[in-house]
């Protein structure tokens, strides 16, 4: 099992938790922006059959 030689330094810790959560908010700003651009069908990179909506009661 693997275990680490030296305790992390506390920036070095905080770094890397930084660059998670930038990963995760660029994905997240990704994702909401494609599904307002499907909402408003002015979609162009993303194919979308409207008719097998379901949302389209």
């Not at 959560?21 to 194919?47: C, D, E, G, H, R």
Request: charged share 25%; glycine share 0%; proline share 2%.
């Amino acid at each position: 099992m693997a275990v680490p030689k030296k305790k992390t330094s506390k920036s070095k810790s905080k770094s890397r938790k930084f660059y998670w959560y930038q990963k995760a908010k660029s994905v997240s700003q990704k994702s909401l922006s494609l599904a307002m651009s499907i909402l408003s069908s002015n979609s162009i990179t993303f194919v979308y059959d409207k008719s097998l909506s379901s949302f389209d009661n």
